[in-house]
């Protein structure tokens, strides 16, 4: 007999459908399985068998063969064994063929027949509402990731015997309703600018980044707080667009990221791998491709601290996505694009030693020492970076406990989303630009009108500090954001003497 289930299955993060065919014939009892699966499908004999038993089912002894459609894709994971199992069960008349033809199963069995949540339901949610198919029937785990596509119907399963019942009409399920509730990104409190004593000029820069999504790095002796500095950015980021927050949690979901019973991401990511990675791990990668920390940062911030101590060719491979917002991995029989716009932020010791910019320490390390710890960073990539911050040692004065805390990020955050709306409206019917940092050289030209007296003061630092094409359109988006930021509707001589100061440091020698 022969039955037929759908399933979904993820590439990059987009879905694909996947037919699942049983067929049981005379013969030696065998279970195959076809259609290019890898390990962990192949497994799922195992699991499917033992779950079924486990409820009390008796499989006929005869021949079984699993195919998996489109048989030239590779298909991995375990979220086939629901299909799988559904398919067997309609298969050896346990279950009426016609009633799972209009919906899509996905799933990871127990041996008990319990349901486990597997990655990507985002995105197969989002695709089975374009098949139009009754519903999607999904582990209860997976429910709330999957209920926020609108328009399809989504049925939380707790165990297999759960699945049966509702398709021989012995239980009713109620589909999730549709919500945008946003996860809280597990609930956990944000370090606030008002720990941080001083460093006033870097944290303009700061919210300047922030405001228009412009990559930043800061430059300073060790102890200056360049780390404590970056990790309170996400703290003044506005929140995720609804179209941002879908596409962010569809990567973070197919890497598995997503905590078991969350729904969409509330706030930015802040990725922050160690100086260690591979170029495969900030890129993404594998044999079947995976997001990287690049994509993993996507509408969010990817904080690279320590930046001279990563490898060469790993820092190199950020040239495309910074300038693009994608990344395309290509591999033998397949290639990926994955988005990746976030906003870089990098730290660095001006020398190897770090007091080479401070004047309360000595620095230790000879010019050739400094010239090959800062070539380990290019100058098409120091290019890319919008602003460059020179952060000095903080004095004793500012560290006093009798001076009044900083300003909290709360107050700094609605600027950036005040200076974020006013981009919006700027930029509302181009898709997927959100902010200044994104435009490309002829939206410049279009939104970034310069009077003639802003164009001399802008030729004047041009050749003063022999900055390059690229740095030219990065100074007018920054002075565009500082604009914004002013609520001002032309640049004018401040912003573009502002702009151009985040990119003149005061140890340029050493750069």
């Not at 949610?125 to 029937?137: C, F, M, N, V």
């Not at 720990?195 to 922030?210: H, M, N, P």
């Not at 001279?308 to 040239?319: A, D, I, Q």
């Not at 630009?433 to 279009?446: D, E, H, I, Q, W």
Request: net charge neutral; hydrophobic share 40%; glycine share 8%.
């Amino acid at each position: 007999m022969l039955a037929h289930t759908r399933s979904l299955a993820v590439f990059g993060i987009d879905s694909y459908p996947v037919d699942i065919e049983a067929d049981m014939s005379m013969g030696l009892p065998t279970f195959t399985i076809v259609g290019l699966p890898d390990s962990a499908v192949r497994e799922s004999r195992q699991r499917v068998t033992a779950a079924i038993a486990n409820l009390g089912f008796r499989l006929p002894g005869k021949k079984i063969t699993i195919n998996m459609a489109p048989a030239g894709r590779k298909k991995e994971g375990p979220g086939f064994d629901l299909p799988i199992a559904i398919s067997i069960l309609a298969a050896s008349g346990i279950i009426p063929a016609e009633t799972i033809e209009d919906y899509f199963f996905v799933g990871e069995l127990a041996l008990d027949g319990a349901l486990r949540p597997v990655p990507g339901v985002l995105s197969m949610a989002d695709r089975a509402r374009k098949e139009r198919h009754s519903g999607l029937i999904v582990p209860a785990s997976n429910s709330a990731e999957a209920g926020v596509v609108s328009g399809q119907k989504v049925f939380p399963i707790k165990d297999l015997n759960h699945v049966i019942d509702f398709l021989l009409d012995k239980a009713t399920i109620e589909p999730v309703s549709y919500s945008h509730a946003l996860s809280d990104n597990g609930g956990k409190e944000e370090p606030d600018f008002s720990d941080v004593r001083g460093q006033e000029f870097a944290k303009r820069a700061l919210e300047v980044a922030a405001a228009g999504g412009h990559n930043i790095l800061l430059i300073g002796p060790p102890g200056s707080g360049k780390t404590m500095l970056a990790r309170r950015l996400p703290s003044i980021l506005p929140s995720l667009h609804p179209d941002e927050a879908i596409e962010t949690t569809k990567i973070h979901s197919v890497a598995g990221l997503l905590r078991s019973g969350g729904s969409l991401l509330k706030t930015r990511p802040f990725r922050s791998p160690h100086h260690t990675v591979s170029d495969a791990g900030l890129i993404g990668g594998g044999t079947i491709p995976r997001p990287g920390e690049v994509s993993l940062a996507h509408n969010g911030v990817l904080f690279l601290d320590e930046l001279p101590e990563f490898r060469r060719n790993v820092l190199e491979v950020l040239r495309q996505p910074l300038e693009d917002g994608t990344v395309t991995i290509t591999r033998a029989s397949m290639s990926m694009t994955f988005p990746a716009r976030f906003t870089l932020v990098a730290a660095m010791n001006p020398c190897p030693c770090g007091y080479f910019t401070d004047p309360g320490h000595s620095c230790n390390c000879t010019g050739p020492q400094i010239q090959r710890y800062l070539q380990k960073i290019s100058g098409p990539l120091m290019d890319r970076i919008d602003i460059h911050i020179d952060v000095a040692p903080v004095k004793y004065r500012d560290l006093s406990s009798d001076l009044p805390t900083g300003e909290k990020s709360q107050a700094i955050r609605k600027r950036v989303i005040e200076a974020g709306k006013i981009q919006f409206d700027r930029f509302g019917k181009i898709d997927g630009l959100y902010c200044n940092a994104g435009m490309t050289s002829p939206m410049v030209r279009k939104y970034c009108h310069l009077s003639s007296e802003v164009s001399k003061l802008l030729k004047s630092a041009m050749e003063m500090y022999g900055f390059s094409a690229r740095a030219y359109d990065r100074i007018v988006k920054v002075s565009r954001t500082i604009a914004d930021l002013a609520g001002a509707e032309e640049i004018r001589t401040e912003h573009i003497a502002e702009a151009v100061q985040y990119r003149s440091l005061s140890g340029q020698a050493y750069l």
